[in-house]
Nanobody, 123 residues
Framework: QVQLVESGGGLAQAGGSLRLSCAAS????????MGWFRQAPGKEREFVAA????????DYGDSVKGRFTISRDNAKNMVYLQMNSLEPEDTAVYYC????????????????WGQGTQVTVSS
């Protein structure tokens, strides 16, 4: 089992920045691929970013490439999402996820989820 707790969401203006944090517990963190998803009202959950256990490999959804950066600190069991150049379209509930990977057909999924943190970007 993995427990995930997100923090750092809130209100930002377009063009601004926010940093999300995710505290993980419950299993060997450094061997676990981690990531972030988001879900806007009326839309399906969307893959945002993923990072391998070692921290060496990262992947990003097309809508956030070049603006968001995922990182991790294995010594602290933490994952971060630095969000820059925020747009109103980034408004969503952001979920931290563990044991993340791609299913057949390329869709991203995960076995463990946090409760989510709201990010609202005003224009």
């Amino acid at each position: 089992q993995v427990q995930l707790v997100e923090s750092g969401g809130g209100l930002a203006q377009a063009g601004g920045s926010l940093r999300l944090s995710c505290a993980a517990s419950g299993r060997t963190f450094s061997s676990c691929s981690m990531g972030w998803f988001r879900q806007a009202p009326g839309k399906e959950r969307e893959f945002v970013a993923a990072i391998k256990g070692s921290g060496g490999n990262t992947d990003y959804g097309d809508s956030v490439k070049g603006r968001f950066t995922i990182s991790r600190d294995n010594a602290k069991n933490m994952v971060y999402l630095q969000m820059n150049s925020l747009e109103p379209e980034d408004t969503a509930v952001y979920y931290c996820a563990a044991d993340i990977g791609r299913l057949l057909g390329g869709r991203w999924s995960a076995n463990y989820w946090g409760q989510g943190t709201q990010v609202t970007v005003s224009s």
